[in-house]
Every structure is written in structure tokens, then in C-alpha cells.
């Protein structure tokens, strides 16, 4: 199989474990981690992480939703080396979530 090299943005809580989590993901699928940058998003209270390595589609795919559903992790979103602004089209989904549960959460509190 033809292994290709994907830019993975994952944003989540600034909670302290988490990149471990995300890290353990990676070494239960016997990936290797070529770079790795942590930082603010610039939304208070979310970190972003960028990850790179080498893996076929079906692979990073299933590595991405197994992050999702981590706790503190908001978003994760693998994009290939041909992709224009990854970076940007992340942080758009990360909005439109951080705006959908805003609204779910406004609506729970009003029929509360």
C-alpha cells in the first residue's frame, strides 16, 4: 500500500493530558510521528495541535475519528500535502462547532 503524507489539526480543551491521548492513538496503530507543534488556538480555552506522518487514507481517516472521540478533543481533521490552507479550513470547522454548541447549550439553558 501506498503511504502518503498527511497534516493532521486537532483542537482541543486546554486540559493537561490530552496530548498524550492523541500521542497513544498514534502508537496503537504503529505510526510514526514525524513533527508534532502545540499551541494556543486563539480562542481562549482551545489548543491546537498539528501533527504529520505518513499513513494511507483509510488508516488516518480511522485515527482522526478515534481522536474525536476523546473527551476534550473538539475537532480533528487530516488534510493531504496537495490541499491549499489547511490550517484555515480547520479552523473554520472548529467555529462552526464552537457556534453549534453554543447554540445547543443556549437552548438546553432556555428549557431548562
Not at 493537561?16 to 502545540?38: C, K, M, P, W
Not at 482551545?46 to 506522518?53: G, K, L, M, N, Q
Not at 478515534?66 to 475537532?75: A, F, G, P, R, Y
Amino acid at each position: 500500500m501506498v503511504t502518503t503524507f498527511y497534516t493532521i489539526h486537532i483542537f482541543s480543551e486546554n486540559i493537561a493530558g490530552v496530548l498524550n491521548q492523541v500521542t497513544n492513538v498514534f502508537t496503537r496503530r504503529q505510526l510514526n510521528i514525524e513533527s508534532i507543534d502545540a499551541s494556543p488556538s486563539g480562542i481562549e480555552g482551545v489548543h491546537r495541535y498539528t501533527i504529520t506522518c505518513r499513513a494511507t487514507e483509510p488508516v488516518i481517516d480511522l485515527v482522526c475519528r478515534q481522536i474525536e472521540k476523546k473527551i476534550d478533543v473538539l475537532i480533528a481533521r487530516y488534510y493531504n500535502p496537495d490541499e491549499r490552507n489547511p490550517f484555515n479550513k480547520a479552523f473554520a470547522d472548529l467555529v462552526a462547532y464552537l457556534e453549534h454548541r453554543n447554540a445547543l447549550e443556549k437552548l438546553i439553558n432556555e428549557n431548562a
